[in-house]
């Protein structure tokens, strides 16, 4: 087995569960995600299946969530499964008003993670640390949001916003609600998420982990997942001296430094790395 698949996580299960399902359904150990998503959040979560688990640092990392804010309320996790920190009435916010902060967030920004995440501070995650009482906050890290849109805007004693964001890796869209909260003065919580395009799969391609069993197996060839990249396809002779770990000589290669995917008779054999007149192996595969 060799590929990627379009899981679309449910609700209520950690993508390492959606991992321990798919190597039992599969009868294979060599699985992974590209992205995590947080337990109460659905949608795509590609999966790398056999030696395709190399290729995931090289997945696109732009990533389109569907989002929707709870105003007037903060919560331990950022999100509605936490427990309540504040409450209050916020039935004085319009969207005109929410809309004035947006701008703030769109771009380069700084974003302080939170405190229930998997991110390592002195070795040990932060969740971890929250549970056992512990404070301890990661540094703030900058992220970079490209597009907020509003889809839907509901009015209320605690009104909600529902958001359609592209962004890059890293961002986490439970600290978009809590930061975008404390802008307009009344706190605010994630209430739901979707993710609907990560890795350069999409929501409307993607399978639930019901459908997916060793006689259907929906794959998606590396070509086609890293489509952001340039390909480049090697002969016999090429292949030889890939596959020996040695430099192929090639024609036509993009600008020196470029990360390039590699293909033999239409079959990803692996990453490379251009260099003038030179395809330098980087990531070797043999499927």
Same mark, same amino acid.
């Given at each position: 087995? #060799?590929? #990627? ?22 009868? /294979? ?17 590609? %999966?790398?299946?056999?030696?395709? &688990?190399?290729? /995931?640092?090289? @997945? ?12 007037? %309320? ?6 509605? &499964?936490?427990?309540?920190? !504040?409450? *209050? ?12 902060? @947006?701008?703030?967030?769109? $771009? !380069? ?10 991110? !390592? ?34 009015? $209320? ?18 600290? @978009?609600?809590?930061? @975008? ?56 002779? !090429? ?30 054999? $692996? ?6 007149? *030179? ?9």
């Amino acid at each position: 087995m #060799f590929g #990627f698949l379009n899981l679309n996580k449910p609700a209520g299960c950690t993508s390492h569960d959606c991992i321990n399902a798919l190597r039992k359904r599969l009868r /294979l150990k060599r699985i992974g995600h590209g992205g995590t998503l947080d337990p109460m959040a659905t949608g795509v979560l590609p %999966i790398a299946l056999g030696s395709a &688990t190399r290729l /995931l640092p090289y @997945l696109c990392n732009r990533k389109v969530y569907i989002g929707t804010v709870r105003f007037g %309320i903060t919560t331990t996790t950022d999100d509605i &499964t936490g427990n309540i920190c !504040q409450e *209050r009435a916020a039935d004085h916010l319009t969207l005109a008003a929410i809309q004035e902060h @947006l701008p703030r967030f769109i $771009g !380069q920004i700084e974003q302080l993670p939170p405190a229930y995440s998997a991110i !390592q501070v002195g070795g040990q995650r932060l969740y971890a640390c929250a549970r056992a009482g512990e404070v301890v906050s990661a540094p703030p890290r900058t992220v970079e949001i490209y597009a907020i849109e509003v889809l839907d805007w509901q009015a $209320g004693s605690h009104p909600e916003l529902t958001l359609r964001i592209s962004c890059g890796s890293g961002t986490y869209i439970r600290a @978009l609600a809590r930061d @975008l909260g404390a802008a307009l003065g009344v706190g605010g919580t994630l209430a739901t998420l979707q993710r609907i395009e990560s890795g350069g799969l999409r929501i409307e391609q993607s399978h639930s982990l019901e459908m997916i069993s060793p006689e259907h197996l929906p794959l998606h060839p590396p070509q086609e997942v890293l489509a952001h990249l340039p390909w480049q396809e090697l002969d016999e002779a !090429q292949l030889r001296d890939w596959y020996q770990g040695r430099a192929v000589v090639c024609t036509g290669l993009p600008p020196a430094q470029k990360v390039i995917g590699v293909t033999f008779a239409g079959t990803a054999v $692996g990453i490379g790395v251009s260099g003038g007149d *030179r395809l330098y192996p980087k990531v070797v595969l043999k499927n």
